[in-house]
Nanobody
Framework: QVRLVESGGGLVQAGGSLRLSCAAS????????MGWYRQRPGKQRDLVAV???????NYADSVKGRFTISRDNAKNTVYLQMNSLKPEDTAVYYC???????????????WGQGTQVTVSS
């Protein structure tokens, strides 16, 4: 099982920046894609950004040019640098990771506990 622990959320004024971190631990053979999702009050959980083990990235249109996802494979950690934050970015942010316990095992997905990001206007 892979456990994900997020950190870095908080309260920031519009236009400010925050950096989220998510560290994976546990027993696994490999971690493939890692990503960040967010859930606004009363809304579904939406993809923010995803990064593969090779470094390919994909972003939601609403955050392109403002957010940057990166990862440190040696530390099994994924980051989300959020710049030019807007009040509509306020949400609980969750990280996830797709992993395998052996090379031929099915892919599993783990989620972090979530971290609150609040952007004041």
């Amino acid at each position: 099982q892979v456990r994900l622990v997020e950190s870095g959320g908080g309260l920031v004024q519009a236009g400010g920046s925050l950096r989220l971190s998510c560290a994976a631990s546990g027993i696994f053979f490999s971690i493939n894609a890692m990503g960040w999702y967010r859930q606004r009050p009363g809304k579904q959980r939406d993809l923010v950004a995803v990064i593969t083990s090779g470094g390919s990235t994909n972003y939601a249109d609403s955050v392109k040019g403002r957010f940057t996802i990166s990862r440190d494979n040696a530390k099994n950690t994924v980051y989300l640098q959020m710049n030019s934050l807007k009040p509509e970015d306020t949400a609980v942010y969750y990280c996830n990771a797709d992993w395998r316990v052996t090379p031929l095992a099915p892919t599993n997905r783990s989620w972090g506990q979530g971290t609150q990001v609040t952007v004041s206007s």
